[in-house]
């Protein structure tokens, strides 16, 4: 996609971001103090990188190298995807009549990609770990039902480690791919902006994020493997990915009252646009009983959609939590852990969450 294209995109995101709000508004109150979640700064639901808690089954493009089933040549698999996350809230206050609000959480979470279905282990494929010691909030809220608030989340040192499931690595070491294990491990921060969120509230609105992170260390890269993890000890296998940013834009729209959504459903549409650092070393697959690995061209950016279209049930005192399901639909560079050098990746599949 074209720098033009994403700038008329997001323009006319902002556009429907600033359309009247609905007057179905459930009635928040705005607390302070010590413990408090903040009703503002909330991940979307097509966040691949959320604290929001939820469980997906559905089927995803298949590949020999996280298949362990040899007799296996399907080009896709079903598989479970399981996310639990959480923001543990530290401290929030609202001030001047509610006009402003700051906030300081904890947030963390690990995803697991499961083969459900394969018949000897059903193994985990990958574990991604995700932890920050702060995440600092702040949002300011107009009295205006063109543009109700704006919010800004920095996050100045995040944690991302990835690995790959026991089973799938002795698959690898037995079938002697030539490159084992790739660690996955860096430290990274994040800048995101919110534009008209929602806050907990569950009338009809349009919310806008934009949001761009970066490494600490640029020099340490993305990942980085060990000697003894490459057939050979031959780690020019493996160049490191020299782009040390990436960047997204999202859009998430809840109803009001329609044929779809009542009092107690709401209808829930969420998108993403991630720019994604492909990573820079060979993707293998078997051929006549013989592992070719394919040198891409890593370490670039590639662009990834993610979608979710579903059902959020309102609570009955605002603003606990909320159950929902929908459907998933990704398409991109593989988001789980050292596959990330693949692209062309896609699932599709149910999911219910939590947020």
């Not at 413990?35 to 966040?47: E, N, S």
């Not at 963390?108 to 932890?131: G, K, S």
């Not at 993610?306 to 603003?319: Q, S």
Request: aromatic share 16%.
């Amino acid at each position: 996609m074209s720098t033009q294209r994403l700038i008329l995109t997001a323009a006319a995101l902002i556009f429907l971001c600033c359309r009247p709000a609905s007057a179905q508004d459930t009635t928040l109150v705005y607390k302070s103090g010590w413990g408090t979640p903040a009703t503002f700064c909330r991940p979307f639901l097509a966040d691949v990188n959320s604290t929001i808690t939820s469980a997906g089954f559905g089927i995803n493009a298949n590949s020999r190298e996280y298949d362990i089933s040899t007799d296996r040549v399907e080009k896709y698999k079903l598989t479970v995807v399981t996310n639990l996350g959480v923001s543990i809230p530290v401290y929030t206050y609202n001030f001047k009549q509610d006009r402003f609000g700051l906030a300081v959480s904890t947030p963390l979470h690990f995803q697991t990609w499961i083969d459900i279905f394969e018949p000897t282990t059903a193994p985990v494929l990958n574990t991604d770990y995700n932890f920050a010691l702060i995440e600092m909030k702040f949002i300011q809220r107009f009295q205006n039902r063109w543009f109700r608030n704006y919010a800004v989340k920095f996050i100045p040192f995040y944690h991302q480690s990835t690995h790959l499931g026991d089973e799938l690595t002795i698959y690898r070491m037995e079938q002697e791919i030539s490159l084992t294990r790739v660690n996955v491990s860096y430290n990274y921060w994040e800048l995101s902006l919110w534009l008209n969120e929602a806050e907990r509230k569950y009338g009809k609105n349009h919310s806008l994020r934009l949001a761009v992170m970066g490494l600490l260390k640029p020099n340490a890269g993305w990942y980085s493997v060990r000697p003894q993890e490459v057939r050979d000890g031959d780690v020019k296998l493996v160049v490191e990915a020299d782009r040390p940013l990436e960047f997204y834009l999202q859009y998430q729209l809840q109803t009001g009252k329609h044929r779809l959504s009542n009092d107690r459903w709401q209808n829930v549409f969420s998108v993403e646009l991630r720019n994604r650092v492909k990573y820079n070393y060979p993707e293998y697959n078997n051929e006549s009983g013989q592992w070719v690995g394919k040198v891409g061209t890593g370490g670039s950016g590639s662009w990834g959609l993610n979608m979710y279209y579903g059902w959020r049930l309102i609570p009955d005192v605002i603003p606990y939590n909320s159950l929902g399901f929908g459907i998933q639909a990704y398409y991109g560079v593989n988001p789980h852990g050292q596959f990330r050098n693949q692209t062309d990746y896609w699932y599709v599949g149910a999911t219910m969450v939590f947020e």
